[in-house]
């Protein structure tokens, strides 16, 4: 048998699972509409004044991201679970490790960059003043990715489950909170017009963290959730 | 080393049968120190020069909080042994203290919240040690939700470890952004609680409660473990002898 | 310390019995849950036991 090298493993499924997304274009945009939604609701619930909504703007658009990119999470290993392709890849002789790595990263792609890029349009919309953009792009595409990491692990363990998206949330959402602190000070930081390099490094270590340490959970609770 | 009394205490039936005098073992002395530490508490020890008798509180809070964070430590520990070593009553262990740390999670709730009426006026403050007491409260819920998601056994046990593990990891984390998140946005109010000036007379109580408490966690823990130990090995035939007796 | 004193706790009765009274409650009924739990566990198992002779 001719294995392949897990390198082309990793992009193999990438592909695939990019593939795939772009054929159901519908389930794609999901997440980016829930976003937009979530946080028009603001203005409608609090006020249309731009210096009231300012002071908010990094908290509500960092947890309408969180809870958006999580809508999309439930899915992540189901359709493998229930056509068997699951099975295939825990066969397929690959460190399940570096596989579960190229499913956060296809994750993140479909729902996290759609979210960063999206995101400065609304934080416009929100008063956030030009020079917060960035901080916001940076932060929302750290948590995000650390969401992605994350999150594939409660997927992993609750793939099985009936009814497994509201047991997602409250297995991954304590787990994201640390990032919510953080990346939320960054942007608030940033609006007021400080410096907001600390909180952003501390975001880019916790992401590192959960990329290199989550994929090896991710990899368990697969093995375990196929058992 | 010799590791045979480990392997025997690892054994179901070994476990099972020294449980029943463990519990009691450590129930009993359980209840003297938490008698002694709530006379040392409520009447031995001098009303505190800042917060009056409204300190006192200190005397269950205190036990409650490091109960909590102690649990959640040895239950992670517990399903990593079950996982790596694929030990059966390690995972018992594991879910049968999980219940008992979200108690104690949510009595070092209540009462800090109790605790915070009389000292800052309200009853619920974005304190840094409440609030990773509240986070803690999702993770033990969590913990429990997903294990009982689960219908098979095993692999319940297995995918529950998993997930105490990733929360044992994010705990630190956790623990200090809280803090840093709450000196960032509340650096200009006085946290009273939890840093009274302890004297001697103050300090012995606590630490008889903490004794205390610990115990009383061990006994009730030993007693859950046997009737999960009884839930799952109830076909073994050790188990039909042990009750036909 | 009279008994009125003791019960006041300083103006803090209010706070720190509720806190006390909790806690009892939380471990009384920590107890108990861990009690039935065992024996619920042992009476399933005794009612799965292979069936004994009639009337032993």
Request: with cysteine.
């Amino acid at each position: 048998m001719i294995r392949t090298p897990a390198g082309r493993a990793m992009l193999l499924l990438y592909r695939r699972d990019l593939l795939l997304a772009f054929r159901r274009r519908e389930q794609l945009l999901q997440p980016v509409v829930f976003f937009v939604m979530i946080t028009t609701l603001f203005p409608l619930a609090l006020s249309p004044e731009l210096t009231q909504l300012r002071q908010i703007a990094g908290g509500v658009l960092w947890v309408a991201a969180l809870l958006a990119a999580l809508l999309a999470l439930e899915g992540l290993f189901r359709a493998d679970q229930e056509d068997g392709t699951l099975e295939q890849l825990l066969l397929a002789g690959q460190p399940l490790g570096l596989l579960a790595i190229a499913r956060t990263g296809a994750h993140w792609t479909i729902t996290g960059l759609p979210l960063v890029l999206v995101s400065p349009v609304l934080a416009l919309a929100l008063g956030v003043p030009a020079g917060a953009l960035w901080t916001l792009s940076i932060s929302l595409a750290l948590g995000t990715g650390i969401l992605s990491s994350l999150g594939s692990v409660g997927a992993a363990l609750t793939v099985g489950v009936r009814r497994g998206g509201v047991l997602l949330s409250l297995l991954v959402l304590p787990l994201l909170m640390p990032a919510l602190i953080f990346g939320a000070r960054a942007v608030d930081m940033a609006i007021r017009g400080d410096a907001a390099r600390g909180p952003l490094l501390l975001l880019a270590a916790m992401c590192v963290l959960a990329l290199t340490l989550a994929p090896l959970a991710t990899a368990a609770a697969l093995r375990i959730s196929a058992e | 080393m010799d590791w045979t009394w480990f392997h025997k205490l690892a054994s179901p039936p070994h476990f099972y049968r020294i449980a029943g005098r463990l519990a009691p073992g450590l129930g009993w002395p359980a209840l003297v120190l938490i008698l002694a530490g709530l006379y040392g508490g409520l009447v031995f020890a001098p009303a505190d020069f800042q917060q009056g008798d409204g300190f006192r509180i200190l005397y269950v809070h205190a036990p409650s909080a490091w109960l909590s964070m102690f649990i959640y430590a040895m239950m992670a520990i517990a399903a990593g042994i079950g996982l790596i070593w694929r030990m059966k009553l390690a995972h018992a262990v594991a879910i049968a203290a999980a219940p008992i740390g979200a108690w104690f999670t949510f009595l070092a709730l209540a009462t800090g919240s109790l605790w915070g009426k009389p000292m800052w006026g309200t009853w619920w403050v974005w304190d840094a040690r409440l609030t990773s007491e509240l986070i803690l409260l999702f993770l033990y819920l969590g913990f429990l939700a997903l294990h009982a998601s689960i219908d098979d056994t095993q692999r319940a046990d297995r995918a529950a470890a998993v997930l105490a593990l990733v929360g044992i990891v994010n705990l630190p984390i956790i623990h200090y952004s809280v803090y840093w998140w709450n000196t960032l946005h509340q650096g200009s109010t006085i946290t009273k609680l939890g840093r009274p000036s302890i004297t001697l007379d103050m300090l012995w109580p606590l630490l008889v409660m903490l004794v205390g408490f610990t115990l009383f966690f061990g006994a009730v823990l030993t007693r859950r473990v046997q009737a999960e130990v009884l839930r799952r090995e109830r076909n073994a035939a050790w188990l039909r002898a042990e009750l036909a007796r | 310390m009279s008994a009125g004193g003791f019960l006041a706790m300083g103006g803090y009765a209010a706070y720190v019995w509720p806190a006390f009274g909790l806690t009892l409650a939380v471990m009384l009924w920590n107890v108990h849950a861990a009690r039935r739990a065992h024996e619920r566990a042992r009476e399933d198992a005794l009612r799965r036991l292979p069936d004994r002779e009639p009337g032993a």
